[in-house]
C-alpha cells in the first residue's frame, strides 16, 4: 500500500536519506570566513535594476531628482501594490540607502546575457536615513494574512538564487496548506560563504523568521538544514532554538555532498522523497526557504525594513583579501572588490555565484542584485587551460553523478540537434544546471551550457506560439468586427431605404389628404 | 459444414455491429488539416505568401494549391515543420515572397504623425491605437512586424525596427565549441 507522500513528508528531518548522484568537493570555504561580516561602505553611485526577481521588469515609481528615504519603494509590481497572483507579478524594489534619484538608465543589471536593463540610480547623501517604518507589534497575534502581505510588499525574494518572489510563495503554500517549513542552510557550492556567517553571527534571527514563517502559512514544524562540515553553525543554531524556547524548530546536520542544497535534493534528503517532475514542495507539503530570505522575513516583520540589503562573499584566489560584506543592493561590484583589498595580479575572470553554477561577467561595474550571493573572483591557474572539446563517448559518468536522474549524454546529443520536443521528453525542465555532469565529462563538452540554451529555446517556442496564438486571436477578432461592421452598415442602409419609402409613401398621404381638404373646401362655397 | 458457415457470419456479423457501435459512441472529431497547418505558420497575417492571411494560405496548402515555402516570417523552421507535418520534401524559401528577417517591431515617429488613421485600418491585428487627427501609436507586445502599415502611410513615420532585448526575454546564444561554464574549472575536484 502506498502512504500519502504528504503524510510520509511529515518525517521530514527525523532520518537522513540520500538523493543520487553528486559529487564530493573542495569546499574552499574557509577563506572567506576568517572575519566577521562587516557593512560595505556606500559608493558613490548606486545602481538598482528593476529586474532583480523572476519574472518582468518592476515599474519605476520615483523620477529623477526625487528625494528618497533609505526603505522608500522606488518600483512596485507591474498591476500595483496588490499585483497578478501569477508569476509574473514580481517583488517591489526599495531605496538602499536615502539620497536623490539621479536618473532611470539602461546600465549593467549582472544578467548572464550581458544585456542592459533599465536601473535607478540613487547618489546617496552619507545620512542613511531609514524612512518612517511600520513594523508589525507583536507577530505572535498577527493574522498570517497579514503577515503574508508583509512578506510581499518588502520586496523579499528567494535569496538563495531562484529570486522568485517569497510573497507569491508563501501565498500559495498557505492555500496549498503546509505542514513544514524547511529552512535551507545548506550552502552546498564552493566558494560561498554568506549563508554560513549569516547562521554563525544572527542565529537569533534566523529562528524568528523560521517562526514567523511558520505563522504565516500555517506549518506546524520547521527543519532548519545545515552541512555537517559547519561546526560553529550547529552550535550557534541549536543555542537560539533553546533561546527562544521553540520545541517545533529541528535542526538537521546533511551530509555535505554537492548539491544537497538544491531545493529537490535537500527534500530528497530530509524526506526520501522526489519532488515530482513538474511539481513544487507545496506538493509535498513542505516550503522551502533560505535561511537569509527567513532573517529579510523577520526584519521585514518584527522591524517594518524592507529587502534593502544582503550579505555578499568576496572570494577566490583573485582578491586579496576575501571576506562576508553586508551590502547595499545597487553597489557596484568593483566598489566590493576594492574594500577587500583589490585584485591579486593574476585575477583574469569576475564570476557572480560560485564555481558550479555561477556566470561570468564582463564587467565589475555590474551592480549587486537580490540574486548575488557571491562574488568570486578567479585566477589565471584556476582556469584551467581550456581543453579542446571531443565527442562525447558514452561513458555515462554524466548520468551517474546526475542528481535529477536525468540522461544528460542524451539530452546533449538531443538539444545539439536541435530535437526540441525530444529534449523536453528527456526532461530538461527537471535539470538543475549543477554542473555535475559538466565536471565529470571526459570529453569537456560544455553540458550544461547546451542545457542552458536548450532551456531557453525551449521557452522561446513557448514564447512564439504564445504570441502565434495572441495574433490568431486579434486576427480573428478583426475580421469579425469588419464583417460585423458591413453588416450593420448593410442594415443600417435598408433602414434608411424604407424609412424613405414609408417618408415618400406618408408625403404622399399628406398630399392626398391636402388634396381631399381642398376639393372639400372647393365644394362647400 | 453449415454450421461453420454461419458461426462465422454470425460473429462476423457480431463484430461489425459492434465496430460500428463503437466508431459511433467513441467518434473522435479529428482535427482537420486546415487548423493543424495554420497552427504551424507564425500567424504575422502579413500576406507575403500572395494570399490574405495565414488561415487562407493554410487552405491553399491543404487543397494543394500552394507549395509549403511561400512563408518568410516562418522561415526554414516552418517550412521544416509544414514538411514533416505532410510528409513532404522541404523546399528552400521561395525568394519571391521575400527574405526571412529577425523579429521586428514597427514604431511610429510619434512627432511626425498626422493622425490619418490609414495604418490602423491596416493593421491586421490592430495593434495600432489611435483616432483621426491625433497621435498613433503602437502596442509593441501585439505587433507582428507584418510591414503592412508602411504603405499608407502618407508622411512616412513608420519604421520597423528589431525588437530590444531585455534581459527578461533574452534567448541564450549556441555554445560556441570552446565555452565551459563559468567557473567549471575552478581548482575543485
Not at chain 1, 558613490?44 to 518582468?56: I, N, S, Y
Not at chain 1, 529537490?264 to 526557504?289: F, H, N, Y
Not at chain 2, 459444414?1 to 461489425?16: E, N, R, Y
Not at chain 2, 495554420?38 to 493554410?58: H, I, S
Request: hydrophobic share 40%; glycine share 10%.
Amino acid at each position: 500500500m502506498h502512504a500519502d507522500p504528504r503524510e510520509l513528508a511529515k518525517q521530514a528531518g527525523q532520518q537522513r536519506h540520500h538523493f543520487p548522484g553528486g559529487l564530493r568537493l573542495r569546499h574552499n570555504k574557509q577563506i572567506s570566513c576568517a572575519v566577521p561580516v562587516e557593512r560595505a561602505a556606500l559608493p558613490a553611485r548606486l545602481f538598482v535594476p528593476l529586474l532583480q526577481h523572476a519574472g518582468r521588469e518592476a515599474e519605476p515609481l520615483v523620477a529623477a531628482g526625487q528625494r528618497v528615504l533609505k526603505g522608500e519603494l522606488l518600483a512596485g509590481l507591474p498591476g500595483g501594490e496588490e499585483g497578478n497572483p501569477d508569476e509574473t507579478g514580481g517583488a517591489p524594489m526599495h531605496a538602499p540607502t536615502s539620497g536623490t534619484v539621479s536618473a532611470i538608465v539602461r546600465h549593467l543589471v549582472s544578467h548572464p546575457s550581458g544585456i542592459e536593463g533599465r536601473c535607478i540610480v540613487i547618489k546617496p547623501d552619507g545620512l542613511d536615513q531609514w524612512t518612517s517604518l511600520h513594523p508589525i507589534g507583536d507577530w505572535r497575534q498577527a493574522d498570517p494574512a497579514a503577515l503574508r502581505q508583509v512578506i510581499g510588499s518588502a520586496g523579499i525574494v528567494g535569496l538563495g538564487g531562484a529570486v522568485f518572489p517569497t510573497g507569491i510563495k508563501v501565498r500559495e503554500a498557505s492555500e496549498r496548506g503546509i505542514h513544514t517549513v524547511i529552512l535551507n542552510g545548506a550552502e552546498c557550492e564552493p566558494y560561498i560563504s554568506c549563508d554560513e556567517m549569516l547562521m554563525r553571527e544572527q542565529p537569533g534571527s534566523i529562528v524568528l523568521g523560521a517562526q514567523i514563517l511558520q505563522r504565516a502559512v500555517g506549518a506546524s514544524r520547521t527543519v532548519i538544514a545545515v552541512e555537517d562540515q559547519m561546526g560553529a553553525v550547529h552550535q550557534a543554531l541549536r543555542s537560539a532554538v533553546d533561546g527562544a524556547g521553540a520545541r517545533d524548530i529541528d535542526i538537521v546536520r546533511v551530509t555535505t555532498i554537492y548539491p544537497e542544497g538544491g531545493e529537490k535534493q535537500l527534500i530528497q534528503v530530509l524526506t526520501g522523497l522526489e519532488v515530482p517532475s513538474g511539481g513544487r514542495p507545496t506538493d509535498l507539503g513542505l516550503l522551502c526557504q533560505n535561511v537569509a530570505t527567513a532573517t529579510a522575513v523577520a526584519r521585514a516583520v518584527t522591524q517594518g525594513k524592507p529587502l534593502v540589503e544582503r550579505i555578499v562573499t568576496v572570494t577566490g584566489n583573485g582578491v586579496r583579501k576575501p571576506r562576508n560584506l553586508l551590502v547595499a543592493l545597487g553597489t557596484p561590484i568593483s566598489s566590493l572588490v576594492d574594500q577587500c583589498g583589490g585584485y591579486t595580479p593574476g585575477a583574469a575572470r569576475l564570476v557572480l555565484g560560485g564555481p558550479m553554477m555561477g556566470y561570468a561577467l564582463a564587467s565589475d561595474a555590474n551592480p549587486i542584485v537580490k540574486a548575488a550571493n557571491c562574488i568570486l573572483v578567479l585566477t589565471e591557474e584556476d582556469i584551467r587551460a581550456p581543453q579542446p572539446e571531443m565527442p562525447c563517448i558514452r561513458c555515462g559518468e554524466c548520468a551517474r553523478v546526475c542528481p535529477a536522474l536525468l540522461q544528460p549524454q542524451i539530452l546533449h546529443w538531443a538539444a545539439r540537434a536541435g530535437l526540441w520536443n525530444e529534449t523536453e521528453d528527456g526532461g530538461l525542465a527537471d535539470c538543475i544546471e549543477c554542473g555535475c555532469c559538466d565536471f565529470v565529462c571526459p570529453s569537456h563538452i560544455p553540458l550544461v551550457d547546451w542545457f542552458r540554451f536548450g532551456k531557453s529555446e525551449l521557452r522561446r517556442r513557448e514564447l512564439e506560439h504564445h504570441r502565434a496564438e495572441e495574433a490568431r486571436r486579434r486576427f480573428a477578432a478583426r475580421e469579425a468586427r469588419l464583417a460585423l461592421q458591413k453588416q450593420e452598415r448593410r442594415t443600417r442602409m435598408q433602414e434608411k431605404k424604407a424609412a424613405l419609402e414609408s417618408d415618400r409613401e406618408k408625403q404622399q398621404g399628406i398630399a392626398a389628404a391636402v388634396e381631399r381638404v381642398r376639393q372639400r373646401r372647393e365644394g362647400e362655397p | 459444414m453449415l454450421t461453420a458457415v454461419l458461426t462465422i457470419s454470425l460473429l462476423g456479423t457480431l463484430f461489425g455491429l459492434g465496430l460500428g457501435w463503437a466508431s459511433r459512441r467513441f467518434h473522435v472529431e479529428s482535427d482537420p488539416v486546415v487548423d493543424r497547418i495554420d497552427a504551424l505558420l507564425p500567424q504575422t497575417q502579413c500576406g507575403q505568401c500572395n494570399f490574405p492571411g495565414c488561415r487562407p494560405y493554410a487552405a491553399a496548402i491543404a487543397a494543394g494549391e500552394a507549395p509549403i515555402n511561400q512563408c518568410p516570417p516562418g522561415g526554414a523552421a516552418g517550412i521544416r515543420a509544414l514538411a514533416d507535418l505532410l510528409g513532404v520534401e522541404p523546399l528552400p524559401l521561395n525568394p519571391d515572397n521575400g527574405a526571412e528577417k529577425p523579429p521586428r517591431v514597427a514604431v511610429i515617429d510619434e512627432a511626425a504623425c498626422i493622425g490619418c488613421t490609414l495604418c490602423i485600418q491596416a493593421c491586421p491585428v490592430d495593434a495600432i491605437i489611435g483616432a483621426p487627427k491625433l497621435m498613433h501609436t503602437v502596442i509593441a507586445d501585439a505587433c507582428t512586424g507584418c510591414d503592412l502599415c508602411l504603405p499608407p502611410c502618407p508622411v512616412d513615420c513608420i519604421e520597423m525596427v528589431l525588437r530590444i532585448p531585455v534581459p527578461g526575454g533574452w534567448t541564450r546564444p549556441r555554445p560556441a565549441p570552446a565555452a565551459r561554464a563559468a567557473g567549471a574549472a575552478a581548482g575543485t575536484a
